[in-house]
């Protein structure tokens, strides 16, 4: 059973300062995705990354992929309070056979940036 | 730009009935999937489907669970005889093709079971 783990699961800061989130696994994932999820929605694709040390970019978020495929982080760069909602990583596995990417999903960092 | 919908947004039901929840793909999509996501916990896999079979199944997806792609643009999830338990949101979500790694979700079907 692949397990992904979220670090950490509350963060609240001020508007203007810098966070890291962190996903961790003792498993290879395929693929990382990163979602954002408000509050009795579902979650809303930012970004994949597929190459171990990948690094991308979105305005002030930047993701990284881990060497080893194992772990990914999330920097948010002057967070702004629109900022504010649940990071959700989530892992893939498109290793199976004839199988679509099923998708192994962390806990959550709920972030609340404060104006 | 395209988008899975889901319908209804909500939906109440007493305890062993059957309820049927539905979900339109991305149009181009040929990967499809049903999540849930318990209040406060994390969002779990339940079935994948393509080509109009299962892929893949978690442990979750028990007999009392079935899905079905209806006609060209629906893709339906059944619960026959729902238990408190089976009380979540319930995502829908679809990729291009096998090795796409995105996975885009609808916005969920809040299930209520009293």
């Known amino acids: 059973t692949q397990l992904l783990e979220q670090s950490p699961q509350f963060l609240s800061i001020q508007e203007g300062e810098n966070l890291t989130v962190y996903c961790n696994s003792s498993?290879?994932?395929?693929?990382l995705q990163w979602y954002r999820q408000e509050p009795g929605e579902g979650p809303v694709l930012l970004v994949t990354v597929v190459t171990g040390g990948e690094v991308k970019k979105l305005k002030r978020l930047t993701f990284q992929f881990g060497d080893a495929r194992k772990d990914s982080s999330l920097h948010i760069t002057a967070a702004q309070p629109g900022d504010t909602g649940l990071y959700l990583c989530?892992?893939?596995?498109?290793?199976?056979?004839?199988?679509?990417?099923?998708?192994?999903f962390g806990g959550g960092t709920r972030l609340m940036v404060k104006p | 730009e395209p988008e899975v919908t889901q319908t209804p947004s909500h939906q109440v039901t007493q305890m062993g009935q059957e309820v049927i929840l539905r979900c339109v793909p991305i149009?181009?999509?040929?990967?499809f999937y049903w999540y849930r996501q318990i209040l406060g916990q994390k969002v779990e896999f339940l079935v994948s489907f393509y080509n109009n079979e299962i892929s893949e199944k978690s442990e979750i997806f028990d007999d009392q669970f079935s899905v079905e792609r209806p006609d060209g643009s629906n893709f339906t999830l059944k619960i026959r005889s729902t238990k408190l338990e089976d009380s979540a949101m319930y995502f829908c979500?679809?990729?291009?093709?096998?090795?796409?790694?995105?996975?885009?979700f609808g916005p969920g079907t809040r299930l209520t079971v009293t």
């Open positions: 498993s290879v994932f395929s693929s």
């Open positions: 989530a892992g893939g596995d498109t290793a199976r056979n004839n199988a679509g990417n099923m998708l192994t």
């Open positions: 979500a679809s990729s291009r093709d096998r090795y796409s790694y995105e996975q885009y």
């Open positions: 149009s181009n999509h040929l990967y």
